[in-house]
């Protein structure tokens, strides 16, 4: 088994990436998640290898840091950035690896039965009780000495034992001139501890600054160890939280069973294990049974329930034909079901993929985080000697104790993870959360931009419409009757991805119309398509491709505006350049789009329709649906034309499309949003994909999106103004373990936040409960 170890940038524990893999397996590998505007210089130099540690093909696991994705390793060494441990990329299937966390657990609760009786006798004097009394009869410097003594052999363990892995990643971080937090601990304590050492040993080396009225020179074994304790509580509560981060994912894993009924030529019935399903393999899938794998029905007739992928409570009804998603929980009844997609290509292993992708993404409000928390440590270096020297000069006696006491406190007040953390956690958290309400989110970029969306462009067919359209009409012309017309569109539309076209192949093999195999196939998207179909020359499409082609019959536009006017669409066809009829095919509106759409309107959102179809069509849905903004006839390029001008005007767009001809538009928009329902291009270009396929996924997305960037900008706020107005208070009123405590609380405050975006309330009490302690402290 590889070593775990910590990020070389920033020093955070490692955990795995990549594809999903099984814990029992003896490789690990390990990867971090560090800034873009890292001196990547300087994080290629560390241990003499390259910033990326991964050899080219390596398949075991790859630990990243949260703060800082572009380290990566195939040891969990730590983040030489930030100094945090660094987490594996992919959640693994089986029990998660909590290794770093049971050693944090351990080193805490060991350093804290050492650190209570340090803690209480320096408090001691403070509630007026004389603990040297009790040693030695209170004889002077001899009982002094002894609860020096005492005190050494309490702090040892602690500083030399539990704060040992604090010491080595603020070496790391000196080595690779990566300053980070654990270089101010490790300063801090290592000089409490140091300067205790030398007044326990040699205290006549001391001038008398450092002595107080009865001439002794102070020790600092206490501050040392609570410092070093509460840091420790601050790991086991960061760890724990970045455990529940990745829940989402690991829960959305479990969706999938290990096994699978396959099922032979003799109908024989055996259990194999998920890997071993290939593509074409026909499996039995019982009553209340997960489905192992994406297919398509053969047999059997059962209600899918489908919330675990889509969000949705409603049971789905399957039978013959329809496609099912594994990982989804059949109902009550038996299907046979043949294996279509399987391992990395079922819809479960790409929206893993993509939430993990998600995940390690940087929201472009990092950017300024990177900055500053690039400046943050080395500032905190020179606060601390301006401190010392202030001090020095101007303190009370013994002027240089205070000096060395202040100087410590700016050290361990200042919280640089807490900045780091605040962003890529809370996008943990929302990617999660969105992943298991059939929101799958490309990037932390999109979820940020989506908060600042005021204008939501839909296309029509399949995302306000169900996307299966039915045939309601054909009126031939030109001597063909309505089954030879339909034979020729068939023909044609096979060819093609469009809803509508589906429509028309269904409607020919429901009437078992011998459908002829069409050759030279052309099509321009937004248009219509054309194709060489039993020696004619067959063209379908709207009336500006029929112009085009010169093949329009004026004579038919009464009658397709009339069918328009019920919200039909219609398609005129052409044989051999002469006009042959029409074909009208109504899409209904799926039934959650007007709640949606009255939902988006609430929340103070423009509502556009961008659609290929007529003008007559689209406004009859328009006024149904109560949308803003109607664009109709309108091609690819215009849809494209069309965003930039919203965009041009101020407007934040996001598109909301299925077809291949929405792909451009979908990359225009500042946030493209495909229906996963439509197809893969459409998906490929957009940001968020909604698994169910209707706007009511926009509205989730939306809601997700505030509350994610608002839950990012309440953890910067009080990263910087803990930081802000602890330093300055550290320099010249605090003892440095008051200030650990309120460190160790900054750390779980944000972590908490981080899990409040369902849980407001929380987020509100723990804010409360932050200002108070650190008002009970300064007191």
């Known amino acids: 088994m590889l070593k775990k170890s910590d990020c070389p940038i920033c020093g955070m524990f490692l955990k795995p990436e990549g594809e999903v893999t099984d814990s029992n397996d003896n490789e690990d590998s ?49 983040c030489p950035i930030c100094g945090m441990a660094l987490e594996s990329e992919t959640v693994a299937i089986g029990e998660e690896d909590t290794s770093e966390l049971d050693d944090m657990t351990r080193r805490f609760w060991i350093c804290t039965v050492l650190t209570v009786p340090l803690f209480l006798y320096a408090m001691s004097d403070m509630v007026g009780i004389n603990l040297d009394s009790f040693i030695q009869g209170g004889q002077g410097d001899i009982a002094g000495k002894i609860a020096q003594w005492i005190q050494l052999a309490l702090a040892v363990p602690v500083v030399l034992w539990g704060a040992a892995p604090f010491f080595v990643r603020g070496w790391q971080s000196i080595k690779s001139r990566n300053l980070n937090m654990f270089t101010l601990i490790a300063i801090g304590v290592g000089t409490a501890f140091g300067f205790s050492l030398i007044a326990t040993f040699i205290p006549g080396i001391f001038p008398d600054s450092f002595r107080d009225a009865s001439g002794r020179v102070g020790v600092y074994y206490e501050a040392a160890a609570v410092i070093t304790t509460l840091v420790l509580l601050g790991q086991v509560l960061e760890l724990k939280a970045r455990s529940q981060t990745s829940g989402a994912i690991r829960a959305l894993l479990e969706l999938a069973p290990p096994n699978a009924k396959r099922v032979d030529e003799q109908g024989v019935e055996t259990e194999v294990s998920l890997d071993e399903v290939i593509s074409g393999d026909k499996l039995r899938v019982k009553p209340g049974e997960k489905l192992p794998v994406d297919g398509i029905v053969l047999e059997g007739s059962s209600s899918i329930d489908e919330s675990m992928v889509t969000g949705e409570p409603i049971p789905v009804s399957k039978a013959k034909g329809d496609t099912v998603t594994g990982g989804t929980v059949n109902g009550t009844g038996t299907l046979l079901v043949e294996a279509v997609d399987v391992g990395d290509d079922t819809v479960l292993s790409k929206i893993v993929k993509m939430v993990a992708e998600a995940q390690r993404s940087r929201a472009p409000i990092q950017k300024l985080v990177d900055k500053v928390a690039g400046w943050f440590v080395p500032i905190v270096l020179i606060c601390s000697i301006i401190t010392f020297i202030v001090w020095a000069i101007f303190g ?39 992943a298991q309400n059939g929101v799958l989110i490309k990037n932390a970029e999109a979820l940020e931009s989506m908060e600042k969306v005021d204008t939501i462009v839909v296309d029509k067919t399949g995302t306000l419409t169900a996307g ?28 093609s991805e469009h809803p509508l076209a589906e429509a028309i192949v269904k409607a020919a093999q429901e009437k078992s119309l011998d459908i002829a195999k069409a050759s030279d196939f052309s099509s321009t998207t937004g248009e219509g398509a054309q194709a060489l179909v039993n020696g004619k020359q067959v063209a379908v499409g709207n009336s500006k491709f029929m112009q085009r082609l010169d093949s329009f019959d004026s004579t038919l536009s009464e009658r397709a505006d009339k069918r328009r006017k019920d919200g039909e669409t219609v398609m005129f066809v052409a044989v051999n350049g002469q006009a042959a009829g029409l074909i009208s095919v109504a899409d209904p509106i799926k039934p959650s789009t007007s709640e949606a759409i009255s939902l988006l309107h609430q929340a103070g959102l423009k509502v556009v329709m961008l659609t290929g179809d007529n003008e007559i069509t689209a406004r009859a849905v328009a006024s149904k649906l109560n949308i803003d903004e109607v664009h109709a006839d309108v091609s690819p390029e215009d849809k494209n034309r069309i965003i930039k001008e919203l965009q041009n005007s101020g407007k934040v767009v996001a598109m909301a499309g299925d077809g291949i001809n929405d792909a451009p538009a979908l990359a225009q928009a500042n946030v493209g949003i495909a229906m996963g329902t439509g197809t893969d291009v459409a998906m490929e270009s957009a940001g968020i994909t909604l698994v169910k396929g209707d706007l009511m996924g926009i509205v989730r997305a939306h809601k997700l999106s505030h509350s994610t960037m608002r839950n990012i900008r309440q953890n910067l706020f009080f990263a910087f103004i803990y930081n802000a107005l602890g330093i300055p208070l550290a320099a010249g009123v605090l003892y440095p373990f008051f200030w650990a405590v309120a460190q160790s609380n900054d750390s779980g405050r944000c972590y908490e936040s981080v899990f409040s975006i369902c849980y407001w309330q929380r987020a509100a009490i723990a804010s409360l409960e932050t200002v108070v302690l650190v008002w009970w402290i300064s007191f």
């Open 30 to 78: 390990h990867a971090h998640r560090h800034g873009k505007d890292t001196d990547l210089t300087k994080v290629n130099s560390i241990k003499g290898g390259k910033y990326d540690k991964v050899p080219a093909g390596y398949s075991g696991t790859v630990y990243t840091c949260p703060m800082h994705p572009e380290v990566r390793d195939v040891e969990n060494s730590g």
């Open 468 to 495: 299966k359209p039915e045939l309601t009409a054909i009126e031939a012309l030109g001597g063909l009757d309505e089954n030879e017309l339909l034979i020729l569109v068939a023909a044609v539309e096979t060819a």
């Open 396 to 434: 009370p006696a013994p002027a240089m104790a205070f000096a060395l006491v202040n100087a410590i406190a700016v050290l361990i007040i200042a919280c640089p993870c807490a900045l780091g953390l605040a962003t890529p956690m809370s996008i943990m958290v929302g990617t999660g959360k969105g």
